[in-house]
């Protein structure tokens, strides 16, 4: 069985500060991936970046990047320069790549951010 | 294109009563998931369905839950004899047959059951 972890429930940040999230996993299968998803107060699931679990290199998608630990198993996501549109729900995800096709997504709970002036 | 989309985007119902939640995938997309957040909660897999393949239906919570996709395209979730604790958010998603393909998800329907 696969458990995401994300541990604060609440974060804040100065606006164009850097803020990172935690999340941990754990996972039996030997090939994941990991995505987190943003969740503003509209409601919709925005993806925001992925990171392969064989991948060698961090993931990054403009101001955010994804510390991968594999030996922890953690994958932080770092967001750069935060802005007030950055306040949301932060939610890590993990599915297992076997057989390569797709499949479920196990989530964590999230971290709120706010994002203050 | 145009993306995901749910109905109704809000649905209140009487204790007992039964429900249908539809899901417009993005066409083109093989895989369609359903999920379910409760208040402030993370989403909750429900059930999964893969072009032909049986669906994954490891999440549902009780056999009052069932869904079906017809065509490979439009799915219905359908709670029999809702519950209050039935009511949450349900979320659809769709996405690619890759397995590291992000899920695109639908704005929602609300479900609130008195």
């Known amino acids: 069985a696969q458990k995401i972890t994300q541990t604060q429930p609440g974060m804040f940040v100065q606006e164009k500060e850097a803020v990172t999230l935690d999340c941990t996993y754990d996972?039996?299968?030997?090939?994941?991936?990991l995505f987190w998803y943003k969740q503003p107060s509209s409601g919709e699931m925005i993806f925001l970046i992925y990171?392969?679990?064989?991948?060698?290199q961090n993931a990054t998608e403009g101001r955010y990047s994804l510390n991968f630990q594999k030996a922890r198993k953690s994958a932080n996501l770092v967001i750069s320069a935060s802005q007030l549109g950055d306040s949301a729900m932060y939610f890590c995800?993990?599915?297992?790549?076997?057989?390569?096709?797709?499949?479920?997504?196990?989530f964590g709970t999230g971290t709120r951010l706010q994002v203050t002036l | 294109g145009a993306g995901v989309s749910q109905s109704p985007s809000n649905k209140v119902t009487e204790k007992g009563k039964d429900v249908e939640l539809r899901c417009d995938p993005i066409?083109?997309?093989?895989?369609l998931y359903w999920y379910r957040q409760s208040l402030g909660q993370g989403l909750e897999f429900l059930i999964y369905?893969?072009?032909?393949?049986?669906?994954?239906k490891s999440g549902l919570p009780s056999d009052r839950f069932s869904a079906e996709r017809t065509g490979g395209s439009v799915s219905t979730l359908t709670i029999q004899r809702t519950q209050q604790e039935d009511s949450a958010v349900y979320l659809c998603?769709?996405?690619?047959?890759?397995?590291?393909?992000?899920?695109?998800f639908g704005p929602g329907t609300r479900l609130t059951v008195l």
């Open positions: 995800a993990m599915r297992d790549l076997r057989g390569g096709t797709a499949s479920k997504l196990t």
């Open positions: 990171q392969g679990s064989y991948d060698q």
């Open positions: 066409s083109g997309h093989t895989a």
């Open positions: 996972t039996s299968d030997p090939s994941y991936g």
């Open positions: 369905f893969q072009g032909n393949s049986a669906p994954d």
């Open positions: 998603a769709s996405s690619t047959q890759g397995a590291g393909n992000e899920q695109f």
